[in-house]
């Protein structure tokens, strides 16, 4: 059982290039979500899926897409990188079955717009 | 969404009690009090949670006080794996159940445990 995984760790892309992040999770978790950290400050939601096939927008959602392929695995796509996307992106996902339910996250991945 | 708000920094000696106050005037009825904290380059960790009664789990212990306007995370023993970034956030209302997850962090406490 690893959780919520984040692919890759580690990335840096010029900025106009695209990139997209990869996140699966083995818990059987209907909703998933992708945050963003800049130095300093607390994490903030960009996009959310409360089930497969469904997707919204969250507080920073400009420049972002995302795909929920299916109930494992929730993509997020930069298609022109700017500097500004420098970040470190975290995914999460919660069984939402109960109000109570924790988030899970995974360990992020670092990305660098030059 | 209610918002919460912390201290910056708190300093704690190993084996001591970090009592980490969290202050949320605005909290709804509904609404519930979660602790996440983040180990330096790792996800943040869900500690526990609560919504008007004392909370304890093997990690830490919650108390709320009676009109649910503030709230304090105690580590009992702390150890310096416990220096990290704590976040206290009140969960939104549900809303269909799509709210769930929808948390929003603010900058949280550092916490430093030292020997």
């Known amino acids: 059982n690893a959780g919520v995984t984040q692919t890759p760790k580690f990335q840096v892309l010029k900025t106009g290039q695209s990139m997209t992040l990869q996140c699966a999770q083995d818990m059987n978790h209907n909703s998933m979500y992708w945050y963003r950290q800049d130095p300093g400050m607390g994490l903030r939601l960009i996009y959310y899926s409360a089930s497969e096939g469904t997707t919204d927008k969250g507080e920073v959602p400009n420049g972002y897409n995302v795909s929920r392929l299916n109930k494992r695995e929730f993509s997020l796509r930069l298609e022109s990188a700017a500097p500004s996307q420098t970040s470190v992106y975290f995914c999460?996902?919660?069984?939402?079955?109960?109000?109570?339910?924790?988030?899970?996250f995974g360990n992020g991945t670092r990305l660098t717009v030059t | 969404d209610a918002k919460t708000t912390q201290p910056t920094s708190m300093d704690c000696a190993e084996g001591r009690a970090a009592n980490l106050p969290c202050n949320h005037s605005?909290?709804?009825?509904?609404?519930?009090v979660y602790w996440y904290r983040q180990i330096h380059s790792q996800g943040p960790q869900y500690i526990i949670h609560?919504?008007?009664n004392n909370e304890t789990n093997e990690m830490a212990s919650l108390i709320i006080t009676e009109d649910r306007k503030s709230s304090t995370l105690i580590l009992p023993h702390a150890t310096l794996r416990d220096t990290a970034v704590y976040y206290c956030i009140v969960s939104p209302a549900n809303a269909g159940g799509t709210s769930y997850g929808k948390l929003t962090f603010g900058q949280g406490t550092i916490l430093t445990v030292h020997p």
């Open positions: 609560g919504l008007k």
């Open positions: 605005t909290i709804s009825g509904n609404e519930y």
């Open positions: 999460a996902s919660i069984e939402d079955r109960s109000y109570n339910s924790p988030l899970h």
